[in-house]
């Protein structure tokens, strides 16, 4: 029994002595942060001094490339596909015939409509005369000159069904890949192909409402397209007279020419719209700002003690950031080791 007792005796005391150490080795390290005066030592940081500058206020969009005009082909009437008149990929003039269906029955109703027509006229010419002669009542000629004019108008019809056989190009433009072949029976639901203008683009964006008393027509903008380096520009033609409710956006539409080619209808454009230049303006690096739940905040430097101020922004740029509200000339802001930060650590600030 004494030998167990004098066993849980020295666990105890060993116990005891190690959790002493561990308390005295944490009080060490906090010692050894700590200046002479017992406060924490203060972080090395750099930072810049607010001034005003002059800011060529650009927003960046995403915008989508459009062609000016596009339109599915199709034909208006059932028929066997009697030729096509078109090579694939190619570029076809306005009015050009694309492909023929095949009219024959509909020739043949014309034929005997005009026979009709022809009786009907002649009927017309005999019934005047006689009325002339007060041989027939008014009546009976109107009935005369009421079946002229339904058999012209028969005629009309069917001449109007022959001309919807030949299909023609619309407009200008290139041509898209066909799904018909010659003696294939259509149908009005049949896409046949495409046309698309592309010597002109329409780039189509939307901007924040708060943008939308900044952007006028006949501004030019400038994009660029996935897989090139290369700028382009575009002018405003076109605004949408109100705020979408859903997005709170405005959309905006500009018109760009194409007449190399290289743009392509579906694809996505980086947009820079330029918005109006502020003279007086305070722009931070883009790393000093901390994104928060009800905002953006950063960190300035206050007589050696880092102070936390809620700010306002606006235009981004790649290295930068437009602040409305929340800063002032002369504010020293922290650029880096931000997000290690409390409010009121003390920090020695390297202005850059």
């Known amino acids: 029994m ?26 060490n390290k906090a010692g050894d942060s700590k200046g002479p005066k017992g406060k924490s030592k203060a972080m090395t940081l750099t930072g810049i001094v607010v001034k005003y500058q002059t800011f060529d206020n650009n927003l960046s969009l995403s915008g989508s490339i459009e062609a000016n005009e596009q339109v599915e082909i199709r034909s208006e009437v059932s028929g066997i596909v009697e030729g096509i008149y078109f090579q694939e990929g190619s570029n076809v003039s ?26 009907a006229s002649e009927n017309e010419r005999r019934a005047k005369l006689l009325l002339q002669k007060e041989a027939i009542s008014q009546e009976e000629y109107d009935l005369a000159r009421a079946d002229l004019k339904s058999a012209q108008a028969q005629s009309q019809l069917i001449q109007a069904q022959i001309a919807k056989t030949s299909v023609r190009a619309p407009f ?5 890949l066909r799904s018909i072949s010659p003696g294939t029976y259509i149908t009005p639901a049949i896409l046949v192909t495409k046309l698309v203008n592309t010597g002109k683009l329409k780039i189509t964006f939307s901007i924040p409402e708060k943008y939308a008393t900044q952007v006028k027509t006949n501004t030019t903008i400038s994009f660029k397209v996935a897989g090139s380096e290369e700028r382009y520009t575009a002018k405003v033609y076109a605004i949408e007279p109100e705020i979408a409710v859903a997005t709170r956006t405005l959309q905006v539409r500009a018109i760009a020419e194409n007449k190399d080619g290289k743009l392509l209808p579906g694809t996505f454009a980086d947009v820079e719209l330029p918005l109006d230049i ?49 800063l002032k000339e002369g504010d020293t802001v922290i650029t880096n080791g931000v997000m290690a930060l409390k409010n009121d650590d003390p920090v020695k600030v390297i202005v850059k």
């Open 94 to 119: 306005k009015g050009q015939v694309l492909f023929k269906v095949n009219d024959i029955e509909l020739r043949a109703q014309l034929r005997q409509t005009s026979t009709k027509e022809g009786l």
């Open 2 to 27: 004494k030998i167990k007792y004098l066993v849980y005796t020295l666990l105890a005391v060993g116990i005891i002595g190690f959790i002493g150490y561990r308390i005295n080795s944490n009080s």
């Open 278 to 326: 502020i003279k007086d303006a305070i722009v931070v690096p883009t790393e000093a700002i901390i994104p928060v739940q009800n905002g953006k905040k950063i960190f300035i430097s206050n007589n050696g003690l880092a102070k936390e101020l809620m700010i306002e922004t606006a235009t981004r740029t790649e290295t930068s950031v437009l602040v409305l509200s929340g």
């Open 172 to 176: 200008s433009g290139k041509i898209g």
